[in-house]
């Protein structure tokens, strides 16, 4: 990945993920969170553990952030902006979709 691609990559994950890692970490411990996407054999979703990862990029250094750091950054901003273009109609506060989005670090209530 050329820098052009990575701070494309930046940006747009900077522009759609809205929380701060403590704030993730803090909903990433909720039942809701948990309970919310798609779990393989009883595990951990597939979105929790992203927003493990997600926390863990929010925190590094710009500097020290691997190829592999900002493939994932692609792939959340890939799922926030397909998700985002599901939205349901009516109030989303407490809905599984917004729940999914905030595992992934984006509340679209904030």
């Known amino acids: 990945m ?3 691609e990575r701070e494309a990559a930046w940006d747009e994950f900077r522009e759609l993920v809205n929380m701060r890692p403590a704030e993730l970490d803090t909903w990433l411990a909720s039942e809701e969170s948990r309970s919310a996407g798609q779990h393989k054999d009883g595990g951990e979703s ?3 553990a992203s927003g493990r990862r997600i ?11 691997t190829d592999d750091d900002y493939q994932h950054m692609r792939k959340v ?3 926030v902006r397909r998700h985002l273009a ?7 506060r407490d809905t599984r979709w917004r729940y999914s989005l905030m595992n992934w670090g984006h509340d679209p209530t904030a």
Do not use: M, N
């Open 55 to 65: 926390a863990e990029i929010l925190r590094a250094r710009k500097g020290d952030l």
């Open 46 to 48: 597939t979105g929790h």
């Open 77 to 79: 901003v890939g799922y």
């Open 86 to 92: 599901q939205r349901p109609s009516g109030e989303v």
């Open 2 to 4: 050329d820098d052009e």
